[in-house]
């Protein structure tokens, strides 16, 4: 093979890759929001990590009763950043406005998930999924009326926006004209 033919093969080897990363988020949002676990657990590597535990097994026992939290759900990907690392890794990005049927309450949320994607035995899957929030509220709610959670028993701030160009941007700004909710390290 010539070193051209190399390039194209890799190049082509790029894109579906790219392909075939891309995927992984809808088929996750599908896979929640019809309540199929048996998919869901397949879109991680063998060897997840589960808390202490390790394996797709642990994997379902934990996100069974996740789901059993809310009845409907709507997960709409709205962006993806893929970073190839090398043939088998990447990492990548997913914005997602999620939304839940809670009892009475449609809770809508902003999510970003940031990802680590491993390729195993010829498939990519989610080596790591770790989610990350804007807000979660209630349709009928501003997020800033519930400080930015109302999906926990126990609200938490949510942990978006965070970055150092964030802090940096905001450092020495007067925001009281705009927002009465900064964002704190």
Same mark, same amino acid.
């Given at each position: &093979?010539? !070193? =051209? %033919?190399? =390039?194209?093969?890799? =190049?082509?080897?790029?894109?579906?890759?790219?392909?075939?990363? @891309?995927?992984?988020?809808?088929?996750?949002?599908?896979?929640? !929001?019809?309540?199929?676990?048996? +998919?869901?657990?397949?879109?991680?590597?063998?060897?997840?990590?589960?808390?202490?535990?390790? @394996?797709?097994?642990?994997?379902? /026992?934990?996100?069974?009763?996740?789901?059993?939290?809310?009845?409907?759900?709507?997960?709409?990907?709205?962006?993806?950043?893929?970073?190839?690392?090398?043939?088998?890794?990447?990492?990548?990005?997913?914005?997602?406005?999620? %939304?839940?049927?809670? @009892?009475?309450?449609?809770?809508? &949320?902003?999510?970003?998930?940031?990802?680590?994607?491993? /390729?195993?035995?010829? $498939?990519?899957?989610?080596?790591?999924? /770790?989610?990350?929030?804007?807000?979660?509220?209630?349709?009928?709610?501003?997020?800033?009326?519930?400080?930015? !959670?109302?999906? $926990?028993?126990?609200?938490?701030?949510?942990?978006?926006?965070? =970055?150092?160009?964030?802090?940096?941007?905001? !450092?020495?700004?007067?925001?009281?004209?705009?927002?009465?909710? +900064?964002?704190? /390290?």
């Amino acid at each position: &093979m010539s !070193d =051209s %033919e190399r =390039s194209v093969a890799a =190049s082509l080897q790029r894109v579906e890759d790219m392909l075939a990363i @891309g995927q992984l988020p809808i088929r996750y949002a599908m896979a929640v !929001d019809e309540r199929d676990v048996d +998919a869901w657990v397949e879109l991680f590597v063998p060897e997840v990590r589960v808390g202490a535990a390790v @394996g797709r097994d642990a994997l379902r /026992k934990n996100i069974t009763p996740m789901l059993r939290k809310f009845y409907r759900s709507i997960h709409q990907i709205v962006g993806h950043r893929i970073e190839i690392t090398d043939e088998e890794h990447a990492t990548g990005s997913v914005y997602c406005r999620a %939304e839940h049927e809670v @009892g009475d309450r449609w809770v809508v &949320m902003a999510i970003r998930y940031d990802d680590t994607y491993q /390729k195993v035995d010829g $498939q990519w899957c989610f080596a790591r999924r /770790k989610e990350n929030h804007w807000y979660a509220a209630d349709l009928t709610e501003r997020p800033q009326q519930v400080d930015f !959670d109302s999906w $926990q028993p126990t609200p938490a701030r949510p942990n978006l926006p965070r =970055s150092a160009t964030w802090q940096a941007f905001w !450092d020495g700004v007067d925001i009281s004209s705009i927002s009465r909710h +900064a964002v704190t /390290k």
